[in-house]
């Protein structure tokens, strides 16, 4: 049998800017928001630079009770050949960058027009225990 904890049909585009640095910082903080405010289940992260525009989409479900995320991102690299070393590398470089923000939801990839390599992380905010 299937686990179906995070199959999802919802889809909410945000588009924003990269901070001066290439991170998601501003877009993050309005998902958050958005996931207070419309209490969704969020189960997913897609990531994409368009124009100089960052597009990121969060897969969610509205039937099941919200918790609160976290999105992070983290500079992976310059890319270049993307050859067996390069892709080891970058390999080893998203699993560390990864554990930053434990526990990871998902993840995705995004390319700036400088052609450095990020890593977004949708990670779940654990309440703290008493």
């Known amino acids: 049998m299937a686990d179906n904890a995070q199959v999802h049909d919802s889809f909410k585009l945000f588009?924003?800017?990269?901070?001066d640095a290439g991170h998601i910082t501003d877009?993050?903080?309005?998902?958050?928001?958005w996931v207070a405010k419309d209490k969704v289940a969020v189960k997913s992260v897609g990531a994409a630079?368009?124009?100089?525009k960052l597009m990121l989409t969060i897969g969610f479900r509205v039937d099941e009770p919200t918790y609160e995320v976290a999105l992070h991102s983290s500079k992976i690299g310059r890319v270049g050949a993307l050859d067996a070393d390069e892709i080891s590398r970058f390999t080893r470089a998203i699993e560390s960058a990864g554990m930053n923000w434990p526990p990871v939801i998902?993840?995705?990839?995004?390319?700036?027009?400088?052609n450095d390599l990020y890593l977004a992380v949708l990670s779940l905010v654990e309440p703290p225990r008493e």
């Open 106 to 114: 998902g993840h995705s990839l995004y390319v700036t027009k400088n």
């Open 49 to 52: 630079v368009s124009n100089g």
């Open 27 to 33: 877009l993050a903080n309005v998902i958050h928001e």
């Open 15 to 19: 588009i924003g800017a990269l901070d």
